[in-house]
């Protein structure tokens, strides 16, 4: 039997994936990453426990709704690999019980994501890029680990119904990085790779250049331009570019209407969290923020992100949705999840599911429930179960939203 | 890739012809353009005292083994499956133009190259231009791998 699948191994959601299911268990057109995930999808599954005993799965979800109750701060996390439809649960339950909510979208994209979600700075589909764009510009972004097949499904190689003939004349890469990696190696003929210093200097040599001045790496930059005028252009700002720009986003920002005087340029985010965006989209939706918000104080700060309301001992009760703080954030600030009330649901053991004090296992988005993640670009898209399990993140949180 | 000179050194060298060739120099090129193998130099197998030389060969030829009749080898540990090779291919492109060549899986029934289980596989390198009378030297394929995961025999 041939199963049509969507892989939520990154942002690129990519839904043409062929799962095999009998005999020989075979995944078709996933990348490694995204393969090992119907693979091994049986491998390390976490089991419910309450501290450190082994429960049934109803009395973990019952404890961690009275632990819930009783907190007087709470602070929910993670929530980036889990699909919409329990993203807006696990926000309800923030919302309920006045909690901290944040993502790692607030050190990785988030301020990107928002200032698209705001208008901010131009941006596009993956579809669009696909059938229209001429240069396409990695900026601090490394498809190659981060997203695998984001060069071969939207940007540089495919073809489009405006892009016929092929990357070699249809296309023109520019990949900008501190260093030469896996992507710039495919910067061959035809093609731009610039090692900046400093993003800000590359970003003070666009506009110098526009404006007919003489620049640092005008001999690149001009030629860019160039290519620009002939067609349009998207950048794909990875987390190298977000802290290349040490906090000044406007800087990029202005950049990119600038540009867009000149031709047109979009930009999208790249590289991240299968439904991060999706986080962004629905606690925007309800807030007018994309992350570190607090539904204590209406508002969002700094201070809510969530390291920085572990190291100041805020809250004392955590619920970790589908990500591993220990594994992911430094040692001196995870340690601090020891100290508190620490509830995870994760289909997976992971570092955070071993100190915690109660872990609900849960199902594996795409492979083993459906429900509809964000793509890195806005576009809605829908993923299938290959296998059934019923125990969710949804239903384990509608049981916690309802006892609470 | 080992040389007609490297192969030719461990062979019995009596041009004896039971392989089929003149020389066993000419066989050794021959090995090397998979025209003959190994198995034809029935002596080699036969004889006691080339015993040591055959381990050798096996040894020497092992690359060769894994190569597909086109020439193209495949180093699975270092493909991360991100099918640039598949999309950029020129036969998918004209063959299946609103699959692989527009970036997604496959349309058609028998491609070159599919990504399966998370790393690319060859499975009919009947299309593949390097392939067959009218080859040409293609390299597209190679040229876009980000890993190096592609080789070809003779380069
Ligand atoms: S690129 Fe991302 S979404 Fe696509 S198959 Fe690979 S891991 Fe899955
Ligand atoms: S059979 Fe072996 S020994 Fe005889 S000519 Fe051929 S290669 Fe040489
Ligand atoms: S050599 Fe050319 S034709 Fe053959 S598989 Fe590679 S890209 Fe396709
Ligand atoms: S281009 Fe290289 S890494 Fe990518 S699928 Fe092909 S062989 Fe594997």
């Known amino acids: 039997m041939l199963i049509q699948a969507t892989c939520a191994g990154c942002a690129c959601l990519c839904d043409d994936i062929v799962v ?20 091994n999808y049986l491998e390390g599954r976490a089991k419910p426990s309450i501290n450190g005993e082994t429960s049934s799965l109803e009395e973990a979800i019952e404890r961690a709704s009275e632990i819930i109750a009783d907190s007087k701060k709470l602070a929910v996390y993670g929530m980036d690999t889990i699909t ?55 900026w601090g972004a490394n498809p190659v680990h981060s997203s695998p097949r984001h060069m071969s499904r939207y940007s540089y190689f495919p073809r489009g119904k405006n892009r016929q003939r092929g990357y070699e004349e249809d296309r023109f890469l520019v990949v900008i990085d501190v260093r030469k990696d896996h992507t710039s190696k495919i910067v061959k003929k035809n093609e731009v790779f610039i090692e900046p210093e400093s993003d800000a200097e590359l970003i003070d040599s666009f506009v110098k250049i526009m404006e007919g001045k003489a620049a640092k790496y005008s001999g690149e930059v001009a030629g860019i331009l160039r ?20 906090g000044d986003f406007k800087k990029f920002y202005n950049l990119l209407r600038k540009l867009n005087e000149f031709s047109k340029v979009y930009f999208i985010p790249a590289g991240f969290h299968s439904n991060m965006r999706g986080f962004n989209e629905s606690l925007f939706e309800k807030t007018g923020y994309v992350n570190r918000y607090s539904f204590g104080e209406q508002t ?51 570092f955070t599911t071993e100190i915690s004090d109660v872990v609900i296992p849960s199902s594996i988005s795409g492979v083993e429930n459906g429900g509809t993640m964000v793509r890195s670009d806005g576009v809605k898209i829908k993923l299938n179960s290959v296998f059934e399990n019923k125990f969710d993140d949804t239903y384990i949180l509608e049981r916690i939203l309802e006892r609470i | 890739m080992p040389t007609p000179m490297e192969i030719f050194k461990l062979l019995p060298k009596t041009n004896c012809k039971i392989c089929g060739e003149q020389t066993c120099m000419s066989f050794a090129f021959k090995v090397i353009t998979r025209e ?21 060969l096996i040894n020497l030829l092992e690359p060769l083994e894994k190569a597909t009749e086109t020439g193209l080898i495949v180093e699975e540990d270092l493909c991360t499956g991100c099918a640039n090779c598949v ?35 060859v499975i009919n390198m009947l299309l593949c231009r390097r392939y067959g009378k009218e080859r040409i030297l293609c390299v597209a394929c190679r040229e876009n791998c980000p890993t190096d995961a592609i080789r070809f025999l003779e380069e």
């Open chain 1, 20 to 39: 095999e299911k009998n005999g020989e268990f075979k995944v078709k057109n996933a990348c490694r990453r995204g393969a090992g995930i119907f693979l």
């Open chain 1, 84 to 138: 919409l439809e329990a993203q807006k649960l696990a926000i309800k339950i923030a919302e309920k019980t006045d909690a901290f909510i944040d993502d790692c979208s607030s050190f990785c994209l988030g301020n990107f994501v928002e200032a698209c979600l705001r208008g901010e700075i131009p941006t596009t589909t993956l579809d669009y890029v696909r059938d229209n764009a001429y240069v396409i510009i990695y």
């Open chain 1, 227 to 246: 290519e620009i005028k002939k067609g349009d252009a998207v950048v794909f700002g990875g987390l190298g570019l977000r802290y290349g720009l040490e």
């Open chain 1, 300 to 350: 969002s700060r700094k201070e809510f992100e969530f390291s920085k309301l572990l190291t100041s001992s805020i809250p004392d009760t955590t619920l970790i949705i589908g990500s591993d703080p220990v594994n992911s954030l430094p040692f001196d600030v995870s340690m601090h999840l020891s100290k508190i009330n620490t509830i995870t649901i994760d289909p997976r053991r992971t």
């Open chain 2, 36 to 56: 003959r193998k190994l198995e034809d130099c029935k002596p080699l197998f036969d004889e006691e005292k080339y015993k040591k030389q055959l381990e050798e």
């Open chain 2, 87 to 121: 999309v950029v291919c020129p036969v998918h492109a004209s063959e299946d133009p609103y699959g692989m060549g527009s970036g997604k899986g496959p349309t058609i029934e028998n491609p070159i190259l599919l990504i399966e289980n998370g790393v690319v596989k």
